[in-house]
Nanobody, 122 residues
Framework: QVRLVESGGGLVQAGGSLRLSCAAS????????MGWYRQAPGKQRDLVAT???????NYADSVKARFAISRDNAKNTVYLQMNSLNPEDTAVYYC????????????????WGQGTQVTVSS
């Protein structure tokens, strides 16, 4: 059983910072890309940032230069450092592990975390 558990969300004032963490646990052989997505009330879930196993990252235009994604492959953990937060960043942030295998011959599957709330007050 694979689980993704996010932490680090909360309430912060505009201009502040938060650091999200997401740890994947269980029977894990390998993970492809890991990433963060967010969903604001009444809106679709959007990509925030992704990072491959070799460290190549990708960001949504709205968070470039403010957010930084990183990854510890040994711990199957991905982080999102969020700086200069503004109210438009308020959303539930979800972690995703893409292309995860539980064994060398297993199929590739995607897993999602349960989400963590980030609220930025003005």
């Amino acid at each position: 059983q694979v689980r993704l558990v996010e932490s680090g969300g909360g309430l912060v004032q505009a201009g502040g910072s938060l650091r999200l963490s997401c740890a994947a646990s269980g029977s894990i052989f390998s993970i492809g890309a890991m990433g963060w997505y967010r969903q604001a009330p009444g809106k679709q879930r959007d990509l925030v940032a992704t990072i491959t196993s070799d460290g190549t990252s990708n960001y949504a235009d709205s968070v470039k230069a403010r957010f930084a994604i990183s990854r510890d492959n040994a711990k199957n953990t991905v982080y999102l450092q969020m700086n200069s937060l503004n109210p438009e960043d308020t959303a539930v942030y979800y972690c995703k592990a893409a292309g995860l295998r539980i064994g060398p011959m297993s199929i590739y599957r995607d897993y999602w975390g349960q989400g963590t709330q980030v609220t930025v007050s003005s």
